[in-house]
């Protein structure tokens, strides 16, 4: 094992992270670990960058749901990776898990209730960054989120923002499949047409080329069942202003909040009164023992049978995380935004 | 009967409304009603004012959970009321109402879903004000939504705004008795006095002397697991930071908002996602069902007992209505504001 070439956490952002300052890639020459019991070392093969890692770029003095990464040591991520030693029965040599690992070439990994093997990687040929998209984590997010919090019913309005990411596609497909009409939001015409053609939205539109309320008007003339909010200011604005009695607000994230010390005021939350809406957060760890049951089953089936599709944003290397991160940050990626490390 | 004396609703506001210029009282002075089949008559007792009220004064274009006021028409308000004629067999004359009237002497009843004969009323002698407040729909606004939203559990912390008023003050009565620590804001010195020396609060606060997000930290220092919310605005954001991990906001209200045309900017939502906190609106005839259930027992019998305390605000005469509700969006009221037209 002659190098591992590991992406470094150096400083915390206020706005956006800057490469170099904030992090960088770094690689140790020499890299030969001794594992102690319970751990296992990893070559890792593709990890996912999701936007509540900048949630992690924080003084870990403030708490929040997701530890914060530490400075001096490398990010860490959900990742799919080849188990190549092990002092730990659970997890023979050659196994593939689903861990989180670190923005890395090889990590020691000790032993963590979150890392599982994932059954018939080799055997069913997927892509290996479906498992860190639409069979891993955001996969979860949509899945199960959309279930317990949007708790769908068929002619419903569903309306998605960000919707060409990674949770977003995939909650269009499946509130489609389950008979609802569905509406997208993203930041681009090559987005949109993406969400039209291919994903099989019903409308979608670009909200930088126009109002998100007068879209929404437009767009849902009968009114939003469920908000799935991904993107939080203004767009949470526009969504409860065009939302229906009792409808439900799964909060996903805020992304538009998250790289800016001036964070918008939604003025119109008297729709939460008068409208008698249901507005929830929650993390994809609190569904996480949904993962091996119906989600994987059927969200696999359905990839199998190509009856969804999935767009996922590569980049290749440890080296282009931190710039991919960036662009993420900045919806620059188009699809699930992945960075491949090895092949299996 | 010589004459009606009714308050009228004349115009839309956009701010506060103005006696006299948006509603103001008027006499018909030879009041001979002819009654249509199904219809009743009733000398009005006591009315309830409720800040939903200023939600009715609105242009009847826009939609809400309320119907708007009726320009021309009087003002409705929840009251209880004596039949003294009847063309409706479940209503006899001599029975005690609870219902829709006017803000008025007398009112002609159509027969509506939410007339109810009161049982029990001049048995137990409870103030008749009651059953426009801690046993009206103030008192089940209270009940239902602590139990439906709120999901208490011994041990945890309420925070309530507006705790003085009509649903605030049985709120925390209701959370005290089920073992949870309770803490109010209110508008005065002497409000907060009441919550804390005759209501049984743990802790009170006047927000107008300090910052509701330092006065939280200190006297939350665990943290508010619901939050009851009938303020909005910067209320709603100190609460919001300082709520705990999977906290619960019951959206009764958010008086701040209701008397401006430039509604205070939420800027801290990213709550909701990170604490994983559920916000829900509501309104009372959700609930509706449990009127005579639980909740009217178990509320009357605790008032019987004197082991709830309960404030009213009472004004005399329909005259003085207009002048008192414009008192109540202006925190002006102390305790459950009710207009008494006349006695038993």
């Not at 919707?163 to 609802?180: D, E, I, P, R, T």
């Not at 930041?187 to 291919?198: C, F, I, R, T």
């Not at 526009?238 to 799964?250: K, P, T, W």
Request: charged letters at 25%; aromatic letters at 10%; glycine letters at 10%.
């Amino acid at each position: 094992m002659p190098s591992n070439t590991s992406v470094i956490y150096l400083k915390n952002p206020t706005e956006f992270p800057v490469v170099g300052e904030h992090f960088a890639a770094q690689t140790i020459k020499d890299f030969k670990p001794v594992l102690k019991d319970g751990e296992v070392l990893t070559r890792n093969l593709v990890f996912s960058l999701d936007p509540y890692m900048r949630g992690k770029m924080r003084d870990s003095s403030k708490e929040s749901y997701s530890p914060s990464f530490e400075i001096g040591k490398p990010l860490d991520a959900r990742g799919v990776a080849e188990v190549i030693e092990s002092k730990n029965d659970k997890f023979p040599v050659g196994s593939i898990i689903h861990a989180f690992i670190g923005w890395e070439e090889y990590t020691v990994l000790p032993e963590l209730p979150t890392t599982r093997i994932i059954p018939g990687v080799r055997e069913t040929k997927l892509p290996l960054s479906s498992y860190v998209g639409v069979l891993g984590m955001p996969g979860l997010t949509a899945y199960a989120s959309l279930k317990d919090i949007g708790k769908p019913k068929a002619g419903e309005t569903i309306f998605i923002s960000a919707a060409s990411g990674a949770v977003g596609q995939l909650a269009g497909q499946l509130a489609k499949a389950w008979g609802l009409t569905v509406i997208g939001s993203a930041g681009s015409d090559d987005k949109v047409d993406y969400l039209l053609k291919e994903v099989g939205f019903d409308k979608a539109f670009n909200y930088k080329k126009r109002s998100v309320h007068d879209a929404l008007k437009e767009l849902a003339p009968n009114g939003i069942d469920i908000y799935f909010e991904n993107v939080g200011g203004e767009t949470l604005e526009a969504a409860l202003d065009n939302m229906n009695i009792f409808g439900r607000i799964i909060a996903c994230g805020m992304i538009s909040q998250y790289n800016t010390t001036t964070p918008y005021g939604v003025k119109n939350l008297m729709n939460v009164v008068s409208k008698r809406l249901t507005m929830r957060g929650f993390i994809v760890s609190d569904f996480y023992e949904q993962y091996f049951g119906d989600f994987f089953r059927e969200v696999r089936d359905l990839l199998l049978e190509k009856k969804i599709v999935y767009k996922v944003d590569e980049v290749k290397g440890v080296e282009a995380a931190p710039n991919a991160f960036v662009g993420l940050l900045q919806g620059k990626n188009f699809g699930k935004q992945v960075v491949t490390v090895a092949d299996l």
